[in-house]
């Protein structure tokens, strides 16, 4: 049909290697098109006729990656080696990042869960609706499998961040890594943990001077979180073991962290973490200049290692 083809001529798109093809006209709008062209057609018939044209309903596709960060791939393999030396020596390998934060209240949430009846939730997911929201701040010990989440109630800063990994080290950490002289932290570029953050870098200092501890962070390369062992081994443990259940309450979210198993034998432990977190701070330029940070030779912006001020045990 003609006047078809030529309706939606400038509104196609299409791939080049199916050669499937779409419009972003409505099947609605081309038949008042049609009909104004003096073309009777029901939108099921436009359908079908799309259908033999080679049309069909497409949704976006995530395949374009952009550009990617140089020496992205460099940085794996680097991160690669850093872990298998900690973990060939027995000392702690962690993964951490902040999970996207979740609104406390009778809210939907992403999944199904079997009932005999749907659960009837807030039509509308306005903040202002909320008892309040969880930041939860995820630590997964690579070596040991396990998990610990620190669930914050204001703001994800870079000092929230250093006290859950402080709470995991006094918690767990310390216990299982007795004597222990240096800890490996994977990260990404971003986020209360980036590798710019100067009050990320002091928090650390202060952790590590209070324990004696050496510390080296390696961050995963801009654009490429997804590769930080916490998001697939962990967070969409979580994700899927509160898929379907309304947050609401902090000690939901607990209890549905603390549940989270694996066949692998994966298990968590969580708290909950009612401090304020400021933001805005800034790191005066004496307290920087006490920081003692040693960039490596490989990407200096992204791999370096912390030295407490006081006696180093390695």
């Given at each position: 049909?003609?006047?078809?083809?030529?309706?939606?001529?400038?509104?196609?798109?299409?791939?080049?290697?199916?050669?499937?093809?779409?419009?972003?006209?409505?099947?609605?709008?081309?038949?008042?098109?049609?009909?104004?062209?003096?073309?009777?057609?029901?939108?099921?018939?436009?359908?079908?006729?799309?259908?033999?044209?080679?049309?069909?309903?497409?949704?976006?596709?995530?395949?374009?990656?952009g550009k990617q960060s140089p020496g992205r791939d460099e940085q794996f393999h680097y991160i690669e080696q850093r872990r298998k030396l900690?973990?060939?020596?027995?000392?702690?390998?962690?993964?951490?990042?902040?999970?996207?934060?979740?609104?406390?209240?009778?809210?939907?949430?992403?999944?199904?869960?079997?009932?005999?009846?749907?659960?009837?939730?807030?039509?509308?997911?306005?903040?202002?609706?909320?008892?309040?929201?969880?930041?939860?701040?995820?630590?997964?010990?690579?070596?040991?499998?396990?998990?610990?989440?620190?669930?914050?109630?204001?703001?994800?800063?870079?000092?929230?961040?250093?006290?859950?990994?402080?709470?995991?080290?006094?918690?767990?950490?310390?216990?299982?890594?007795?004597?222990?002289?240096?800890?490996?932290?994977?990260?990404?570029?971003?986020?209360?943990?980036?590798?710019?953050?100067?009050?990320?870098?002091?928090?650390?200092?202060?952790?590590?001077?209070?324990?004696?501890?050496?510390?080296?962070?390696?961050h995963y390369p801009t654009g490429a979180s997804k590769w930080n062992p916490i998001e697939h081994r962990m967070f969409n443990l979580i994700?899927?073991?509160?898929?379907?259940?309304?947050?609401?309450?902090?000690?939901?979210?607990?209890?549905?962290?603390?549940?989270?198993?694996?066949?692998?034998?994966?298990?968590?432990?969580?708290?909950?973490?009612?401090?304020?977190?400021?933001?805005?701070?800034?790191?005066?330029?004496?307290?920087?200049?006490?920081?003692?940070?040693?960039?490596?030779?490989?990407?200096?912006?992204?791999?370096?290692?912390?030295?407490?001020?006081?006696?180093?045990?390695?």
């Amino acid at each position: 049909m003609p006047e078809l083809d030529k309706l939606i001529k400038d509104a196609t798109a299409g791939d080049p290697i199916s050669g499937l093809k779409w419009t972003h006209k409505s099947l609605r709008k081309m038949a008042d098109a049609l009909a104004r062209a003096g073309h009777s057609l029901s939108i099921p018939t436009i359908s079908r006729l799309l259908y033999l044209r080679s049309y069909s309903l497409k949704v976006n596709h995530k395949r374009v990656a952009g550009k990617q960060s140089p020496g992205r791939d460099e940085q794996f393999h680097y991160i690669e080696q850093r872990r298998k030396l900690f973990l060939r020596r027995k000392w702690p390998v962690i993964s951490v990042d902040t999970k996207k934060s979740e609104l406390i209240g009778n809210f939907k949430n992403a999944g199904k869960e079997w009932r005999r009846q749907a659960r009837p939730v807030n039509m509308y997911d306005f903040p202002s609706h909320a008892s309040g929201k969880a930041i939860p701040y995820g630590i997964y010990d690579i070596g040991r499998q396990e998990g610990y989440v620190v669930v914050g109630i204001s703001h994800d800063t870079p000092a929230f961040a250093v006290a859950s990994i402080r709470s995991w080290w006094l918690t767990i950490g310390k216990k299982a890594y007795p004597e222990c002289p240096h800890l490996l932290i994977e990260a990404d570029c971003g986020g209360s943990n980036g590798n710019r953050s100067r009050v990320w870098k002091a928090r650390l200092q202060d952790f590590a001077n209070e324990f004696g501890l050496k510390i080296t962070i390696t961050h995963y390369p801009t654009g490429a979180s997804k590769w930080n062992p916490i998001e697939h081994r962990m967070f969409n443990l979580i994700s899927k073991n509160w898929e379907g259940q309304p947050l609401e309450s902090y000690e939901t979210v607990l209890k549905h962290i603390r549940t989270t198993t694996s066949t692998s034998g994966f298990r968590c432990k969580a708290r909950l973490d009612k401090k304020t977190y400021e933001t805005g701070i800034k790191v005066s330029p004496k307290e920087e200049k006490r920081m003692k940070i040693i960039p490596h030779k490989v990407f200096p912006n992204w791999n370096y290692t912390i030295h407490p001020w006081l006696t180093d045990k390695s």
